[in-house]
C-alpha cells in the first residue's frame, strides 16, 4: 500500500538537544511539505521541497532544518535554537506533475514531539 | 494572496443531527477546493475535493458545492455520527502553486 510513514509517533527530549523526525513516503510524489500544529491551531508550513536536492522555507522555518536527498524522503531537524519545540509534526507530500489540476496533499500520521 | 476563513468551533451536535461548517475563500486564479478531515491524534485525510465552479464533491455522506459566486464550499452532511467527531479543514490550492492555504480548522462534536 502507498502512503507515508513517519517516526516516531512519540518522541521525547531534553531542551538543548537536536532532533530529527523521519518522513518516508512510496506515493513517487515530487513534493514533501513539514507542517507543525499546536493544540487547537491550524497547521503552519515549516518547510517544503518541490525536488530532490532543493527546499524552500515556509512560515515558521527558524530553527529547523531540513534535507532531500532522496525522493522518497524529508527529515527534519528541530534544532536547540527553537523556542518553543512541543507540538506535533505533520509530514505530507503530493505530485508535482505539470498538467495535473488536483493535488492534493497525503498526510502521515504525525509525531508528537515534547521537549521538557 | 488566498485565503480560506472557516467557521469557529466547536461545533456540539447530537447524533443523526444535519451538520453544515461554512467555508469561504479568496484566491487568485481558479483554484481546487478540498475538505480534509483529522482524528484525534492523527494525520489529516483528505475527505472530498472539487476542481470547477458547480462541482459536488462527496465522500461517506459528507457533501460540498464549489460555489464561484459566493466563493463558498460549504460541508454538509444530513445525519452526523458519533464517529463523525473530527476537526474538519477547509482547504485550496490555485493554479501552479505548491502551497496549498489552509483554515483553520473546525472541531465537531457528535453527542449520542
Known amino acids: 500500500d502507498g502512503g507515508i510513514t513517519q517516526s516516531p509517533k512519540y518522541l521525547f527530549r531534553k531542551e538543548g538537544q537536536n532532533v530529527t523526525l523521519s518522513c518516508e513516503q512510496n506515493l513517487n510524489h515530487d513534493a514533501m511539505y513539514w507542517y507543525r500544529q499546536d493544540p487547537g491551531q491550524g497547521l503552519r508550513l515549516i518547510y517544503y521541497?518541490?525536488?530532490?536536492?532543493?527546499?524552500q522555507k515556509g512560515d515558521i522555518a527558524e530553527g529547523y532544518s531540513v534535507s532531500r536527498e532522496k525522493k522518497e524522503s524529508f527529515p527534519l531537524t528541530v534544532t536547540s535554537a527553537q523556542k518553543n519545540p512541543t507540538a506535533f509534526y505533520l509530514c505530507?507530500?503530493?505530485?508535482?506533475?505539470?498538467?495535473?489540476?488536483?493535488?492534493?496533499?497525503?498526510f502521515g500520521p504525525g509525531t508528537r514531539l515534547t521537549v521538557t | 494572496g488566498n485565503s480560506v476563513t472557516q467557521m469557529e468551533g466547536p461545533v456540539t451536535l447530537s447524533e443523526e443531527a444535519f451538520l453544515t461548517i461554512n467555508c469561504t475563500y479568496t484566491a487568485t486564479g481558479y483554484p481546487s477546493l478540498f475538505w480534509y478531515v483529522q482524528y484525534p491524534g492523527e494525520g489529516l485525510q483528505l475527505l472530498l475535493k472539487a476542481t470547477k465552479a458547480d462541482d459536488k464533491g462527496s465522500n461517506k455522506g459528507f457533501e460540498a458545492t464549489y460555489r464561484k459566486e459566493t466563493t463558498s464550499f460549504h460541508l454538509e452532511k444530513g445525519s452526523v455520527q458519533v464517529s463523525d467527531s473530527a476537526v474538519y479543514f477547509c482547504a485550496l490550492r490555485s493554479g501552479g502553486s505548491y502551497i496549498p492555504t489552509f483554515g483553520r480548522g473546525t472541531s465537531l462534536i457528535v453527542h449520542p
Open positions: 521541497s518541490q525536488i530532490v536536492n532543493d527546499f
Open positions: 505530507a507530500s503530493s505530485t508535482a506533475q505539470t498538467g495535473v489540476r488536483v493535488r492534493e496533499q497525503y
